[in-house]
């Protein structure tokens, strides 16, 4: 064992103390030497072991000692005096962060008086919220002078967070929620448990081959299948129990080429349409056909291959009897040179269709179960004929028309009144050019929409409106390269105010506009070979 040996400093106060008289200044200086004593031999423990994804302290005390020092006193009395100078150090593992805390080196005097002092002080934080923090702080203070003294004192602080998840029905749209609207509706766009309580119907044909019916819904996504008939052109209609669709048919047998067929859908089984037959005896067509539903009833249109108008009602699943939609003489079938469009409102249907002088001609049953009344003219004239117009009832029950004129291709709108049966100026749309048939449509937020094919390309454009003499330049939706037909346009589901469905180089695709802008376009997955005009609707997942 080494001796201990004072540095010439240490030797010099000695000398010095020699001359005093009292045990307690040798203490004393023994004290303020601590580092020269405790630097002469000692044990240094220090132990730093880092730990991944746990939290743990590791104390560790350094010892020491030196050896004792003999002097005489001024009465001659012999004094023995042992140091021990000990530091104690702490370690502390977060997660992959390693904290080490020294405390004081702590100087132990084995003399006259011993005294023993310990005070503890432990302080536990804990905090929760979005973030994981654990953590504990330990300082030890070991002082021993005359005597011992122990001061520890702990800091424990812990941050927790349980991590997010979605909440269904606070309104805001998260992790794997389809929607959130935040209230207690099934019979809207957004069901209770978040799911969408909406979807798109789409129809479209084949050529001889059987249509197409596409689906989709928010968080669902796409599905396809096949009906069981083929189609040229097909409309859609929502009914009580779910939707209606009514086909002019295409088919590798001549005999039921252009017949009328219709077959109907329920949210029960919504990736089918029930078997298809016809509606009443000898409904073949050459445009058309055009479909509306009224409460628990519907009213369908053709234009017949004798170019004459015929419709039929529809009451307790039943198909009527065909009945011919009356010229401006009651008593004169009226004749067509386009198909009718129809468009009901709260009592009322309305048949609106461009006659052989492309002059609007409108026709409208009062009731469900009335008759329709003779035609009238619109104060619009030189429409192309060949196109069928577009049409749409507002709420108060005006009626809105969208046509296309033949002599400048311009798209343009025109409102009846109601009740005073007043009509509106023409409404032109600025920049609106088509040969096509045009989609309109009103959103459930009042505004409306138009949409159409480019007048010298294959482009699909569209134009928004917040009244309906109110157009927004129009915008492109796409620009493809390939044979493009008419869009179609529905009301829109959760999160788009419009969907837009066209067919281009045999693909359906689908867009949702929000006003002026396109939100989201792409390629309906599945199925090719599309080659008609698509049929679209907006349905309820649940009824009433």
């Known amino acids: 064992m080494k001796m201990f040996q004072p540095s010439p400093a240490l030797s010099h106060q000695l000398s010095r103390l020699r001359a005093l008289s ?9 004290a303020c030497s601590g580092d020269d004593v405790a630097a002469t031999t000692g044990t240094d423990g220090q132990t730093t072991e880092p730990a991944t994804g746990t939290t743990g302290t590791t104390s560790t005390t350094s010892t020491t000692t030196s050896a004792g020092t003999t002097g005489m006193t001024s009465e001659g009395e012999t004094e023995t005096s042992t140091s021990t100078t000990t530091t104690s150090t702490t370690t502390t593992t977060t997660g992959d962060v390693t904290t ?6 702590t100087t132990t005097d084995t003399g006259v ?20 923090d654990s953590g504990t702080d330990t300082d030890t203070d070991t002082d021993t002078g005359s005597g011992s003294n122990t001061d520890t004192d702990t800091d424990s602080d812990t941050d927790t967070d349980s991590g997010g998840s979605a909440v ?18 099934e019979l809207d766009a957004c069901l209770t448990d978040c799911t969408a309580g909406q979807t ?27 009906i069981g008939a083929g189609l040229r052109e097909g409309s859609l209609a929502a009914t009580a129990s779910g939707a209606l669709a009514l086909l002019r048919r295409e088919s590798p047998f001549p005999p039921d080429k252009n017949t009328m067929v219709f077959g109907a859908w329920s949210p029960g089984t919504p990736d089918s349409w029930s078997n298809f037959g016809p509606v009443g005896v000898f409904g073949v067509g050459s445009d058309g056909p055009g479909l509306a539903a009224l409460s628990a009833t519907a009213e369908m249109c053709f234009l017949g291959t004798d170019n004459r108008h015929y419709s039929a009602h529809r009451a307790a699943d039943t198909w009527g009897a065909f009945v011919g939609i009356p010229s401006a003489n009651v008593q004169v079938q009226a004749s067509g040179g386009s198909a009718a469009a129809l468009a009901s409102g709260v009592d009322e249907t309305y048949a609106v269709y461009v006659r052989e002088d492309g002059r609007l001609m409108v026709s409208v049953k009062p009731t469900p179960g009335g008759v329709w009344q003779a035609s009238t003219e619109a104060p619009a004239t030189g429409l192309a004929t060949g196109l069928t117009p577009a049409a749409s009832v507002e709420a108060k029950g005006d009626l809105v028309i969208a046509y296309v004129r033949a002599a400048d291709a311009t798209i343009r709108v025109i409102k009846k009144i109601s009740p005073q049966e007043a009509w509106s100026d023409e409404v032109i749309v600025a920049n609106a050019l088509t040969t096509s048939e045009v989609a309109l ?9 138009l949409a159409w ?10 134009a928004y409106a917040p009244s309906f003499d109110a157009w927004q330049e129009p915008f492109a939706v796409d620009l493809p390269q390939t044979p493009t037909q008419p869009p179609a346009l529905a009301r829109g589901l959760w999160g788009a105010e419009a969907e837009l469905l066209f067919v281009t180089g045999g693909t359906l695709r689908h867009a949702r506009l929000n006003q002026a802008k396109v939100d989201a376009l792409g390629q309906v997955p599945g199925a090719q070979g599309h080659s008609t005009r698509p049929a679209a609707l907006r349905a309820q997942l649940l009824l009433p």
């Open 200 to 226: 798109l119907l789409v129809l479209t044909g084949a050529g001889e081959s059987p249509g197409i019916f596409s689906r989709w819904a928010p968080g669902a996504g796409w599905s396809q299948s096949q």
């Open 453 to 462: 094919k480019g007048f010298d390309n294959q482009g699909i454009y569209a």
């Open 168 to 185: 269904c029905g606070d309104g805001l749209v998260e992790g794997d929620e389809a929607c959130d609207d935040g209230n207690k509706s």
């Open 100 to 105: 080490t805390t020294t405390g004081e080196p």
């Open 113 to 132: 008086v011993s005294d023993t002092d310990t005070d503890t002080n432990t302080d536990s934080d804990t905090t929760t919220d979005s973030n994981t």
């Open 441 to 449: 449509l009103q959103a459930d937020s009042g505004g409306y929409y």
């Open 22 to 30: 009292t045990p307690l200044a040798l203490s004393l200086l023994l």
